[in-house]
């Protein structure tokens, strides 16, 4: 056998080997973000090192908090854009599991009509019902009856909701039954169900005509946001922090908002100090998010004066142009770092707000701290976007813009406006300008551009593909959950990798003529 003359570890003890090592291979996160060393980095500038994996992506949990009392299934935000969120984007938020923030360049009485539409969306439907199996015995039905005063129950194959649909048992199926008798031979199997578009007039009608006291809807919504006491959908919306918006937000608490995001570019302001306060007084069961910021001078400020959770970014967006034009902002991977970094010793979630285009980023958002990201120009060439489709240069697209536009500052100019008491002011105010400080300049500075976006098809389809890639993406760091993925980042298991120029060439698609991209099938 040839030899080189060197001689060699055994290897079965490679694993004690590695332990004779300092540290980790990579870096922690605080060496990755040392600001002396490295300067401001984006999400661009580095790669989490994989881990070990043994288990299925399946298995992974991407549930994260984004207030203080509110949980997600999954970590995602659409954000108070005017071509991102409006009533359909914010229903199709919430039920995958995130939620949609509706935007206020609009009227007070239109913004709110959107918030009691989200939280009407189910309304006459039950929505987490007790569910059985075939094994269960009628004395289990009788027993629900008796405990909740309901005996209408879904069957399903594993007793699970979600689980394929098998049957349904009602009071009469158990009606001087032995107690013992399995489900299975008492539950009704020839079943009327209706899709899960449905709406509750089309429902009513099924029931109506075909003579029966329930029916099943097929649907399967899992992971949807709800309100644990009321059961309905979490409604979220955008207001500015001027004495108006005080109005605004009477209107939006009276149609059931459950979290109120307040929307500048830089939140750390008297009027938005004072805001916080004053709906923590009126308002002391409403979650309250404030931003933006980037540093924790920003954050500490905010916090003090009582933010339930705090959105990071300032100029990092796709469409926005604040770090050109105003000199001020600082590159998002560094902002969520130092942010969450500091609000998390208070308890306070962040989210990470510009600068997401793809799964990987949201990926590094979390491990930097993040309880979830919010996204713009990845969501708004969806179907449940604002806006009609149309073509550009062969391709079909959607309008976008930043709230810092020309166009969306200029947007309702001049129109007039409802206030809560039934009069009219002499032009509608418009969220841009004061999202920007712009409302008394006789000049206006754009802070951001329009353009358009490519089709993305429906975000049902869109935000499930985020969801598994995401759970694919912690699956191979070797972390089950994004608590977990924080938890090692803390802990300094999960390591990091800084990326050169090159190194980010090298990762992306090249040395072919030519390529087509597809980012999921279903």
Not at 276 to 289: A, F, G, S
Not at 440 to 461: E, L
Request: proline share 5%; hydrophobic share 40%; with cysteine.
């Amino acid at each position: 056998m040839p030899s080189d003359g060197l001689t060699y570890l055994d290897p079965k003890t490679a694993l004690e080997h590695l332990k004779t090592y300092n540290e980790p291979d990579g870096l922690s996160v605080e060496d990755l973000m040392n600001n002396h060393v490295h300067g401001g980095l984006t999400y661009n500038d580095f790669l989490l090192l994989p881990g070990r994996i043994d288990f299925p992506a399946s298995d992974v949990l991407t549930e994260s908090k984004i207030t203080r009392n509110v949980v997600l299934k999954t970590p995602f935000m659409s954000s108070p854009m005017d071509t991102v969120t409006e009533t359909e984007m914010a229903i199709s938020m919430a039920l995958l599991g995130g939620i949609g923030v509706i935007h206020h360049n609009q009227p007070a009485e239109e913004q709110a009509a959107m918030v009691r539409a989200v939280k009407r969306h189910e309304n006459g439907f039950i929505t987490d019902p007790v569910v059985l199996s075939p094994t269960h015995l009628a004395e289990d039905v009788l027993d629900i009856k008796a405990r909740l005063g309901f005996c209408g129950i879904p069957i399903t194959d594993n007793g699970l909701l979600g689980g394929k649909l098998v049957g349904i048992v009602t009071a009469r199926d158990v009606q001087f039954r032995d107690p013992s008798t399995p489900l299975s031979q008492v539950m009704t199997t020839d079943l009327v169900t209706a899709p899960q578009n449905i709406t509750l007039s089309e429902a009513n009608n099924i029931l109506r005509d075909s003579k029966k006291g329930k029916l099943p809807i097929n649907q399967s919504y899992p992971l949807a946001s709800k309100n644990p006491e009321s059961k309905q959908l979490y409604a979220a919306a955008a207001v500015g922090t001027r004495p108006s918006d005080r109005d605004r937000l009477s209107l939006l608490v009276e149609s059931g908002l459950d979290i109120v995001i307040l929307d500048s570019s830089q939140g750390n302001s008297i009027y938005q100090t004072e805001m916080i306060q004053w709906i923590k007084k009126t308002y002391p069961q409403l979650e309250v998010i404030a931003g933006n910021v980037v540093n924790r001078e920003q954050a500490a400020s905010l916090i003090a004066a009582g933010a339930d959770g705090l959105r990071v970014g300032m100029g990092s967006g796709s469409i926005c142009i604040t770090q050109e034009v105003m000199a001020v902002g600082r590159p998002q991977a560094t902002a969520v770092y130092r942010v969450a970094e500091f609000a998390n010793k208070f308890g306070v979630p962040v989210i990470a707000d510009g600068g997401i285009g793809n799964v990987g980023h949201i990926v590094k958002a979390l491990s930097l701290g993040a309880g979830a990201v919010m996204m713009g120009g990845l969501l708004a060439g969806t179907e449940e976007a604002p806006g009609e489709y149309f073509y550009h240069e062969g391709q079909r697209v959607k309008a976008y813009r930043g709230m810092g536009s020309l166009e969306a500052m200029e947007h309702g100019k001049g129109a007039p406006s409802a206030t809560k008491g039934g009069s009219r002011s002499k032009a509608l105010e418009n969220a841009a300008t004061s999202r920007y400080f712009s409302e008394s300049s006789a000049i206006k500075v754009a802070q951001g551009v329009s353009g358009d976006v490519q089709d993305k098809g429906s975000v049902k389809a869109f935000l499930p593909y985020l969801h598994v890639g995401v759970q694919h993406s912690l699956q191979d760091v070797g972390v089950r959950s994004v608590a977990e993925l924080q938890q090692g980042v803390r802990e300094k298991s999960v390591r990091f990798e800084l990326r050169t120029a090159s190194a980010q060439v090298e990762g992306g698609v090249h040395g072919l003529n030519s390529y087509k991209k597809r980012l999921f099938s279903t």
